[in-house]
């Protein structure tokens, strides 16, 4: 008796929900004058003309080179692998956004640098695909922007300790990547291959291009990270220069700035950095920000080394 009791109820009520719904949408008197605004009742018809959002196939762009060495796209492999950089690197949108926020605080550091050494300027985008302009750690223990293992590092002249870590210095990271390339490009021929080599290491790519008998990076076959390596540069110059072309849209005030600074010589131990920090009106986490090369909240330097340590400029952060 229940089970037909709960039945008719159900029955009953699933009837009066059907006769509001039906006055809800003809409109009948006892419905409620309030539009309806449940996306659910929405037609079909309403959402197609409002749906303006579309995946594109992209061409790829003429002339397509790296620091003005030829990218054989007319070889069917390599026609492959550089579209698949391109729209990777085109439709992860949020990814792309921050690339151009963050090119338009550091490239200007990195550029004059690069210009210094005869280094060729798409090598900046190198860092991009390196670390995404960020001070992060690699799994492999390379740090930095440039993502500088500890070794070359200290071989080219970098301090790195628990207490000072220059491969955070963007600058001195900058002049050790610019050495790096530079030895690379000497052994290996060209610049692709120099670039090929920040990657997976001069002896590597030198081992492969023996063993395979060719000497181009586009005739290599390689494992996955370094046989994407230039494509993912390329697609990244490709989009960085020209940004609009892609879909990306933005203002000028949308960009990440870089904040001036004057840098303070120091020739002496800091005991506290927070407190050295007060001193010109910042905090610790301001003065860090700016010198994430200073590692602790003290700088030993027992032995009277000259730093420079940037202090933005007053109006900034206070």
């Not at 060495?69 to 690197?89: S, Y």
């Amino acid at each position: 008796m229940m089970n037909y009791l709960k039945k008719g109820l159900m029955f009953l009520g699933a009837f009066f929900a059907i006769g509001t719904l039906v006055n809800a949408v003809q409109g009948n008197d006892e419905a409620s004058s309030e539009p309806v605004k449940d996306k659910e009742f929405i037609s079909y018809e309403h959402k197609t003309e409002t749906n303006d959002y579309n995946v594109y196939a992209l061409d790829l762009p003429e002339g397509l080179n790296f620091a003005g060495e030829h990218m054989p796209v007319e070889l069917p492999d390599i026609k492959e692998r550089m579209d698949r950089e391109l729209l990777v690197n085109t439709y992860w949108q949020s990814n792309g956004l921050l690339m151009i926020k963050r090119a338009n605080k550091y490239f200007p550091i990195i550029e004059p640098i690069l210009k210094k050494y005869g280094i060729p300027d798409d090598f900046k985008y190198l860092a991009v695909i390196e670390s995404g302009l960020q001070n992060v750690t690699s799994p492999a223990g390379a740090r930095g922007v440039w993502q500088i293992m500890k070794a070359t590092g200290k071989e080219s002249g970098l301090e790195i300790n628990g207490n000072v870590d220059e491969r955070y210095h963007l600058e001195k990271a900058t002049e050790v990547a610019c050495k790096y390339i530079l030895r690379a490009k000497r052994k290996l021929g060209s610049w692709t291959l120099a670039a090929a080599a920040y990657n997976a290491g001069n002896s590597g790519v030198s081992r492969r291009l023996k063993e395979q008998q060719v000497n181009s990076y586009y005739d290599l076959l390689l494992g996955e990270e370094t046989g994407r390596y230039i494509f993912r540069i390329v697609a990244l110059k490709e989009i960085l220069k020209a940004p609009e072309h892609y879909g990306f849209n933005f203002e000028d005030d949308h960009l990440y700035q870089f904040i001036p600074t004057r840098k303070v010589k120091v020739d002496s131990a800091i005991t506290n950095i927070a407190s050295f920090a007060k001193n010109f009106g910042i905090n610790y986490k301001v003065l860090k920000i700016h010198n994430p090369w200073l590692r602790e909240n003290k700088l030993n330097n027992t032995s009277g080394k000259e730093y420079f340590i940037e202090i933005p400029e007053k109006g900034h952060y206070n």
